[in-house]
């Protein structure tokens, strides 16, 4: 039976990335993947269901950590969240898939095409007062599990005006402002992706 019925994602195959220099962890370089990772001759649709269970593809995953002075938006990760192996978890990241039906069935996606895409989707999942701005600093890699495998992150940096931010998902869970002290306390209660965020912070600022 479908997990993901009729559901296509965005994906760029394991050996580009290979091509362009695999690495495990953080990278500081996004602008060395970008151009290629987000060129349509590179990018495409691939149905869901085959490309949580393929490691030949990595599906391109935004993720957007969100911060207003010296503290950065913690939540923890709802029961029902879309990615079951997450469930529970802390995060320091909002994050999705980029899907096709986002994206008026388009057949590949561009950059500027990908920004809109983003900003939807965080407004999808969080009502956030006040302006904001935003920039792309660091990819995520993570091999060392099946989650990370199949998945590849873009690492927004946004910077919030305010911090009234609330939920409009029932799977973002505590929303809470945290300083990089708090959050190290709470290290080992997140998800691996936070985790390297959170070692790399301040590189990333």
């Given at each position: 039976?479908?997990?993901?019925?009729?559901?296509?994602?965005?994906?760029?195959?394991?050996?580009?990335?290979?091509?362009?220099?695999?690495?495990?962890?953080?990278?500081?370089?996004?602008?060395?993947?970008?151009?290629?990772?987000?060129?349509?001759?590179?990018?495409?649709?691939?149905?869901?269901?085959d490309a949580?269970?393929d490691?030949?593809?990595?599906q391109i995953?935004?993720?957007a950590?969100?911060?207003?002075?010296?503290?950065f938006?913690?939540?923890?990760?709802g029961?029902?969240?879309?990615?079951?192996?997450?469930a529970?978890?802390g995060?320091?990241?909002?994050?999705?898939?980029?899907?096709q039906?986002?994206?008026?069935?388009?057949?590949h996606?561009?950059?500027?095409?990908?920004?809109?895409?983003?900003?939807?989707?965080?407004?999808?999942?969080l009502?956030?007062?006040?302006?904001?701005?935003?920039?792309?600093?660091?990819?995520?890699?993570?091999?060392?599990?099946?989650?990370?495998?199949?998945?590849?992150?873009?690492?927004?940096?946004f910077?919030?005006?305010?911090?009234?931010?609330?939920?409009?998902?029932?799977?973002?869970?505590?929303?809470?402002?945290?300083?990089?002290?708090?959050?190290?306390?709470?290290?080992?209660?997140?998800?691996?992706?936070?985790?390297?965020?959170?070692?790399?912070?301040?590189?990333l600022?």
């Open positions: 039976m479908s997990r993901y019925p009729d559901e296509n994602i965005l994906v760029v195959s394991r050996a580009l990335f290979d091509e362009l220099g695999a690495f495990e962890g953080l990278s500081l370089e996004p602008e060395r993947y970008l151009p290629a990772l987000l060129d349509p001759a590179n990018n495409y649709f691939l149905a869901r269901d949580e269970e490691p030949g593809h990595k995953i935004p993720y950590i969100f911060r207003h002075g010296d503290r938006l913690h939540y923890v990760r029961g029902g969240s879309g990615e079951k192996r997450l529970a978890k995060s320091i990241g909002i994050g999705g898939h980029i899907n039906d986002d994206f008026d069935a388009q057949a996606l561009d950059k500027d095409t990908y920004t809109i895409g983003v900003e939807r989707e965080i407004d999808e999942e009502n956030i007062e006040g302006s904001h701005v935003q920039r792309i600093v660091a990819l995520i890699n993570d091999d060392s599990n099946p989650v990370g495998q199949v998945h590849l992150g873009v690492v927004h940096l910077e919030l005006e305010t911090d009234r931010v609330t939920s409009n998902e029932d799977n973002i869970t505590e929303l809470s402002f945290l300083t990089l002290e708090e959050l190290q306390d709470r290290r080992d209660r997140l998800e691996t992706w936070s985790q390297h965020c959170l070692d790399g912070l301040s590189k600022l």
